[in-house]
C-alpha cells in the first residue's frame, strides 16, 4: 500500500471568500445557482420584479449584525415601500440536504430565495 492521502481543506478565511464571492455572484448576476420567487413576489408582476432583483442585486450593506459568518447570504431591501428579504442556501446536488462543501461547485446547488417581509 502507499501513503495515506489526507484531505487539506482551506483556511477558513479562504473557505468564507470563497462562499462570499459565490454568493454575491448569485445576487448579483445570477450566476451560480437558481433564483425562487415566492408568491407574493411573482404577484408584484414583472416591473416589481425586476425593481426586486434590481435593489438584491445592489445590496451592499452586509455588517456583522446582518451577515455574522460574512457569507452575504441574507439580506433585506426596501423596494416601492415593501420589505423584501433575500436568502442564499447551499444544498445538495438533490437538493435534498444541505450542501457538503459550499465552496465546491460539482457539489452544491445554491438557491437564492427572495420573498416579500410578511412570507417570512
Known sequence: TGPSMIAISPPAADR???IRARNDA???RHLGGRVMLTP?????????????????AA????KPG???????DFGAVNVS????FFKIDAY???LAFASPDPTDPAVTVR???VMLAEEY
Do not use: C, K, W
Open 16 to 18: 468564507t471568500a470563497v
Open 59 to 62: 445590496f451592499d450593506r452586509f
Open 111 to 113: 438557491v437564492m430565495t
Open 26 to 28: 448569485l445576487r448579483q
Open 81 to 84: 415601500g415593501q420589505r423584501v
Open 92 to 94: 445538495d446536488r438533490s
Open 40 to 56: 407574493g413576489i411573482r404577484a408584484l408582476g414583472l416591473r416589481g420584479i425586476r425593481d426586486d432583483l434590481a435593489a438584491v
Open 66 to 72: 446582518n451577515d455574522p459568518y460574512a457569507e452575504h
